[in-house]
């Protein structure tokens, strides 16, 4: 078995716990392939197995790969998306970060995790994703999300105008700071935070949320995901934001864009007692009261 690492970069109180990864894997067998600038960044850190490999690009990750690591938190995790693309490979969040709400793996949890992982004893969640059509050529090779699609006025413009079709059809105007199209996953993330309703995984569809709309009667709302988004925009400035989950592009205002379910989805490895209910109520604090 081979097993994929990915990280951005090695802070001093993670060490030990990343140790104890590579020695459980060493334990099991497994080969462990380290994203190269990381493999650089702990080879005299970390004890590492003496076949330990390295990758630096999708194109390494083959077939041969099991599964791919992600050691960080949820921005971490989203980097991955560009490498595993549609190749199928299982993603494992381990949560190095703060929230952790997609790396819902805790650090305390590693030799668990490696074991469930040899023994096969995990779930695979099937997560949406987005894929974004334009007139132009944008986000390289790489046109597609996890978590949201968002375009945003220019740091210092008035509010914009999107024009919002459904399937070809006019859906509604919005005047606001920008807008948020997010998969079931990234309902719990950006577009939450723009008071967007959580929507479960599995619940197949798209929640469009605008972002500080000017006008009081404008709500979020939640579209099947068969269905095709598409975007006209209209603003005194020449130039607009669009963001892919983490990664953002500055465009002319007059690009054509649309946004459908992309046709591969994310294999995202939970253990068996975490579930996305159990992760509300643990990392959102989803029905907390404390009076009780």
Avoid at 71 to 81: E, F
Wanted: charged fraction near 20%; aromatic fraction near 8%.
């Amino acid at each position: 078995m081979k097993v994929a690492i990915y990280s951005r970069v090695l802070e001093t109180e993670q060490q030990t716990d990343i140790q104890v990864l590579f020695d459980e894997l060493k334990r099991e067998k497994v080969t462990p392939v380290v994203y190269k600038p990381f493999f650089q960044e702990i080879k005299n850190h970390i004890s590492l197995p003496s076949n330990t490999e390295t990758f630096s690009s999708h194109a390494d990750l083959t077939n041969e790969i099991d599964f791919l690591v992600s050691l960080g938190g949820d921005g971490t995790l989203l980097d991955t998306v560009t490498l595993v693309r549609n190749g199928n490979i299982p993603v494992v969040g381990i949560n190095f970060g703060r929230l952790g709400f997609l790396a819902s793996i805790g650090r305390e949890e590693l030799s668990q995790a490696v074991k469930a992982l040899a023994r096969r004893s995990y779930i695979i969640d099937k997560r949406t994703m987005i894929h974004l059509d334009a007139s132009l050529s944008l986000f390289n090779d790489v046109p597609y999300a996890l978590n949201e699609f968002a375009i945003h006025k220019r740091d210092v413009s008035p509010m914009i105008k999107i024009n919002t079709y459904l399937n070809g059809e006019l859906s509604n105007t919005y005047w606001a700071d920008g807008l948020i199209l997010a998969t079931p996953t990234g309902s719990t993330g950006y577009s939450l935070s723009c008071s967007g309703p959580v929507v479960f995984p599995e619940s197949g569809s798209f929640v469009i949320t605008p972002i500080a709309p000017h006008n009081l009667n404008v709500r979020p709302i939640v579209v099947p995901d068969s269905t095709i988004i598409s975007f006209e925009i209209e603003s005194r400035s020449d130039d607009v934001i669009l963001a892919l989950d983490s990664r953002r592009e500055i465009v002319n205002k007059n690009v054509q864009l649309a946004i459908r379910r992309e046709n591969f989805m994310l294999n995202l490895v939970r253990l068996n007692e975490n579930n996305f209910l159990q992760t509300l109520r643990n990392k959102l604090s989803w029905g907390l009261d404390k009076r009780n």
